[in-house]
């Protein structure tokens, strides 16, 4: 079993940056692809990047791309996105994943275990 405990939203500014944590309990490191996706107010739930077991493959949303980062320390069952020029169309929960498998890694049918989200408001 695991669980996954999301930090780091808040209210920024179009333009600044936030750092979003994501604590695993349970061994994630060498069994789960990790991910991150957002809902907005009045929208699905989209994905946002994800990232391979071992951190050497990476896949981001095309409007995200360039901007945002995710990263993981398998040490510490840790993973992050850091999001960088952020605009107001960011503005939404966002959520830490854990997948077993490796295809269709933008489905959110393809994750078994989530947190519970982060509120990210982007101010213009």
């Known amino acids: 079993q695991v669980q996954l405990v999301e930090s780091g939203g808040g209210l920024v500014q179009a333009g600044g940056s936030l750092r979003l944590s994501c604590a695993a309990s349970?061994?994630?490191?060498?069994?789960?692809?990790v991910g991150w996706f957002r809902r907005a107010p009045g929208k699905e739930r989209e994905f946002v990047a994800r990232?391979?077991?071992?951190?050497?493959?990476?896949y981001y949303a095309d409007s995200v791309k360039g901007r945002f980062t995710i990263s993981r320390d398998n040490t510490k069952n840790m993973v992050y996105l850091q999001m960088n020029t952020l605009k107001p169309e960011d503005t939404a929960v966002y959520y830490c994943?854990?997948?077993?498998?490796?295809?269709?890694?933008?489905?959110?049918?393809?994750?078994?275990?989530w947190g519970q989200g982060t509120q990210v408001t982007v101010s213009s």
């Open positions: 349970g061994r994630i490191a060498s069994n789960y692809r």
């Open positions: 994943a854990a997948s077993s498998t490796i295809s269709q890694y933008g489905s959110a049918a393809r994750y078994d275990y």
């Open positions: 990232l391979s077991r071992s951190g050497g493959t990476t």
